[in-house]
Nanobody, 124 residues
C-alpha cells in the first residue's frame, strides 16, 4: 500500500511560480512511476505530467510543456511539480498518483494510488 500526500498549492498571480510536492509512504516508491493530474471545476481530471521510476523519462501534456517540470527524489520518497509562467487556466486541484509499473501512462485509470489533492488558484 502506498499513501500519497500533496502540498504546495496556493493562490498565485498569473506569471508566477509554484512547486508542488508529493510525499509517498512505503519502501517501494523508487520502483513506481509517478504522475500529476489536475481537475478544474466542472471539468474532467486531466493528465499533466509523469516520470519514470528512475526519473530518466518524463512526459508532459501539451498545455504545460515548457512551463512545468516534474522531478523526483527517491531518497526522500518525493515527487515534485515545478510550475512556472502560471496562467489562470492552470487553476485546478492537482493530484499526485503512483503507477506500480516502472514507466508511466498518461491515462488515469492506469494509476493505482492517488493523493487527496492540493488546490492551485491562479489569479489574472
Amino acid at each position: 500500500q502506498v499513501q500519497l500526500v500533496e502540498s504546495g498549492g496556493e493562490l498565485v498571480q498569473a506569471g508566477g511560480s509554484l512547486r508542488l510536492s508529493c510525499a509517498a509512504s512505503g519502501r517501494t516508491f523508487s520502483s513506481y512511476a509517478m504522475g500529476w493530474f489536475r481537475q478544474a471545476p466542472g471539468k474532467k481530471r486531466e493528465f499533466v505530467a509523469a516520470i519514470s521510476w528512475s526519473g530518466g523519462s518524463t512526459y508532459y501534456a501539451d498545455s504545460v510543456k515548457g512551463r512545468f517540470t516534474i522531478s523526483r527524489d527517491n531518497a526522500k520518497n518525493t515527487v515534485y511539480l515545478q510550475m512556472n509562467s502560471l496562467k489562470p487556466e492552470d487553476t485546478a486541484v492537482y493530484y499526485c498518483a503512483a503507477d506500480t509499473k516502472k514507466y508511466p501512462s498518461t491515462y488515469e485509470y492506469e494509476y493505482d494510488y492517488w493523493g487527496q489533492g492540493t488546490q492551485v488558484t491562479v489569479s489574472s
